[in-house]
């Protein structure tokens, strides 16, 4: 079954003085370098730097190129992006449904407290529902209290009875290579 395509967000209620500051977009190939801005920031958020390897390459290969691994969806604050959320396709085998994964959600802090996060993770929501999907979910990283309030906030619940594992570099190859043996 085909995606559905992203259909554009509800634009906010202008204020009778002037329009809404922020926009909700897709973003295009020619965003790479501010998506790239932003997973660098995030990064740096995260206490993660050291291990973004993303490059625009990279990006526009595996985002824009003739298989898309994921979405992204860029927030503007009057025309400057401050903000992105990078999901792709998931599935539940207990729902037998697909859901949508939030692999990123970041705000840059100047902006945060004017409803950015909350219009990111509603535009999924509403994206998740218009394709057929009865979930979303995502990580967090235990020590960033301030995003689990957030996400709580938002009516999402902890699945703490849940461990993520990863397979990654030389052990995935490993793993890989043993398959192909067996």
């Not at 959320?85 to 100047?110: I, K, M, Q």
């Not at 993770?121 to 301030?146: C, F, I, K, M, P």
Request: charged share 20%; with cysteine; glycine share 8%.
């Amino acid at each position: 079954m085909p995606l559905a395509p992203l259909p554009p967000p509800d634009p906010p209620s202008p204020s009778p003085a002037s329009a809404a500051p922020l926009r909700l977009r897709a973003a295009r190939a020619d965003d790479v370098p501010v998506i790239r801005a932003l997973i660098e920031g995030l990064a740096e958020y995260e206490r993660l730097r050291h291990e973004c390897v993303a490059t625009d390459e990279k990006l526009a290969s595996t985002l824009f190129g003739a298989q898309p691994a994921a979405e992204v969806v860029l927030a503007e604050w009057e025309g400057t992006p401050v903000g992105f959320a990078l999901f792709f396709r998931n599935y539940s085998t207990f729902l037998a449904a697909p859901g949508t994964y939030l692999e990123d959600l970041f705000v840059l802090p100047a902006y945060r407290g004017r409803g950015i996060g909350r219009a990111l993770l509603g535009h999924l929501a509403a994206l998740t529902v218009a394709r057929g999907g009865q979930r979303l979910e995502w990580s967090v990283l235990d020590w960033n209290e301030d995003a689990i309030r957030f996400y709580r906030a938002q009516g999402a619940r902890p699945q703490d009875q849940w461990t993520v594992h990863r397979v990654t570099g030389q052990s995935l190859l490993d793993l890989a290579q043993g398959a192909e043996t067996a």
